[in-house]
């Protein structure tokens, strides 16, 4: 099974606000509040990294089982590509 391996747009500036992290494009305007679990993903990507490399550290950080973890970061890392946060690799 082959991953992706994933990095920030880097068009995307940010400021913690209270309990999210609140982003604006440079570029489009566009801006996205993230939650405390979406901002601890950013963090981890600021260099690039696979599905697999993030929900291992979020496992240690979070109280997640693996396979949990697992599926709710893939569907993040497909959501924050949607929104054009992160820019995707197949391995």
Do not use: H
Request: one cysteine or more.
């Amino acid at each position: 099974m082959s991953e992706t391996i994933w990095r920030r747009d880097d068009n995307w500036v940010g400021s913690e606000n209270e309990d999210s992290f609140v982003m604006v494009n440079i570029d489009t305007g566009a801006y996205v509040a993230l939650n405390r679990t979406a901002f601890a993903v950013w963090q981890m990507l600021e260099a690039p990294a696979t599905e697999s490399e993030i929900a291992s550290k979020l496992v240690e950080r979070f109280d997640v089982s693996p396979a949990e973890c697992k599926a709710a970061v893939l569907r993040l890392s497909q959501k924050m590509q949607d929104l054009k946060l992160v820019v995707a690799r197949p391995v």
